[in-house]
């Protein structure tokens, strides 16, 4: 920053002589300045106000722009937010969803291995049944077969058999 001429001639310059060890060198004295203010000094003054009034407008529109950057991060923020969220709520009911459908599926295919395993069991109770059925068919086969045999035996025994005498006595007769 560039000190106006009056405030300059206020301040000392330090010499050579004057580099002792007095506490007394670091304090400006207004007294010895005040005399050697230009005439002007009302200008000078005006200046100084200018320049702070300068300084403090540049302030004024750093803290505007800055808290308008901090408005528009905020707002950035705030819609980053929102939209992160709403992608969470459908993910959130696609998941939903999907798991629904895997517990109906689910639910489905356990009702239709109950139905499958309920068939199964009623054509192994049939086939089964069948087997006994075929069985007591084969039983009754067999008996009839052997009782036709029998039949068949007491047939050529008795009828053929007494032929046999009738034919033997007749011809002797």
């Known amino acids: 920053m560039v000190l106006p001429d009056w405030l300059r001639e206020c301040i000392p310059s330090p010499t050579e002589d004057e580099s002792s060890n007095d ?25 100084l106000v200018y320049q702070a009034a300068e300084v403090v407008a540049d302030i004024e529109d750093r803290a505007h722009d800055t808290e308008a950057r901090a408005h528009s991060l905020c707002k950035s923020a705030h819609e980053k937010l929102q939209l992160a969220q709403t992608r969470a709520e459908s993910a959130e009911s696609a998941r939903r969803a999907a798991l629904n459908e895997a517990n109906s599926k689910l639910h489905s295919a356990s009702r239709a291995l109950k139905q499958a395993q309920s068939r199964i069991s009623a054509a192994e109770a049939q086939v089964f049944a069948a087997e006994q059925r075929a069985i007591a068919a084969e039983s009754r086969a067999r008996e009839a077969e052997q009782a036709l045999a029998r039949i068949e035996e007491a047939i050529r025994t ?16």
């Open 158 to 173: 008795r009828l053929l058999g007494a032929s046999r005498d009738f034919g033997s006595s007749a011809a002797a007769a």
């Open 23 to 47: 506490p007394r060198e670091n304090v400006l004295s207004f007294r010895r300045a005040t005399a050697n203010w230009p005439r002007h000094h009302g200008e000078s003054a005006l200046d």
